[in-house]
Every structure is written in C-alpha cells, then in structure tokens.
C-alpha cells in the first residue's frame, strides 16, 4: 500500500509546480514507507515478510536520495532496482509456494503474479522513462486488486484463526 502514494506523487504535476511541497510531501511518503519497513522486520516471521521489508526500505531510501544534489538520480535509480527486485522475488516467491500445493488455489496465485508483474513493471522506468506514467497507473490498479482479493485469499482466512 505504501507504493499508492508514491505512485500519486510520480503522476502529480506537484514536483514541476511546487518543489517544495513535492519535497515535503516525498517526505511523508519517504517516512512511510521507513515506517512500514520498521514494522515488516520487526514482525517478521517468514521470509516474506523480509521481502516485504526490504522492499519498503528501498522505497524508502529511494524517495530520500531525491533530495541529494546531481548524483542522487544513480542512487534512486539503485534504491528503485531494489525494490523491484524484492517485489518481484516477493511474487516469484508466492507462486512458486503456491505451485508445491497438492491444489493451489487461485487467488494466491493471482495475487503472486500481480506482485511479479508489480516488481518486474519497476524496471521498466528505468530503463525507458517514458514508460513511467503507464507503469505507476498498473502498480496502483496491480495494488488495489490484491487489496480487494486480499479478505477472500486462503492465507489470510487462515491468519485470522
């Protein structure tokens, strides 16, 4: 969820508009993100909410080094690299679990492969800028279906036991 705001604020007009509204907002999003990451390794009990915390402290990191002089660009492009590649292991993790179950169930699946797609999509601007627009609209659709399978998903039916 911590990636929603993130995306809103790549797609706003803010940073070109108000830079230091952008920088406060980042900020908030930036100290987020730290948050979810604190809480992710302090309650970690299985490698995927390891992932999770890995990924939220890139994101993290990567909405600070936004306000370094000229060479902060390499290093939220790095931050942005790791967090697509703990989203993507995130997904590839989920299915690959899923897939060993005698019958695995559909939703989990879905929900790992839209995590694979998220993770794998963060690449993409990096590479070619251009793409970032689309690429933030898919990981806020890609987020908020999860979200909405979320309370219908096997796992966490079992967590609420």
Do not use: W, Y
């Amino acid at each position: 969820m911590v990636e929603i705001p993130q995306s809103l604020l790549e797609l706003s007009p803010l940073a070109s508009q108000a830079p230091t509204a952008a920088g406060v907002v980042q900020a908030g999003v930036s100290g987020l993100a730290a948050l979810r990451a604190v809480q992710c390794f302090h309650d970690a009990k299985s490698l995927e909410e390891v992932l999770e915390g890995v990924s939220s402290s890139a994101l993290a990191l990567a909405g600070g080094s936004t306000f370094l002089p000229a060479g902060g660009a390499a290093l939220h492009n790095s931050f942005m690299f790791a967090h697509g590649a703990a989203e993507f292991s995130l997904g590839i993790r989920e299915v690959s679990e899923e897939l060993k179950k005698e019958a695995p169930a559909k939703l989990e699946l879905a929900a790992g492969m839209l995590d694979t797609a998220k993770g794998a999509s963060t690449f993409l601007p990096l590479f070619f800028p251009e793409t970032g627009t689309a690429v933030n609209l898919f990981q806020i659709g890609a987020i908020v279906t999860k979200s909405l399978m979320e309370p219908h998903m096997e796992r966490s039916r079992n967590s609420e036991s």
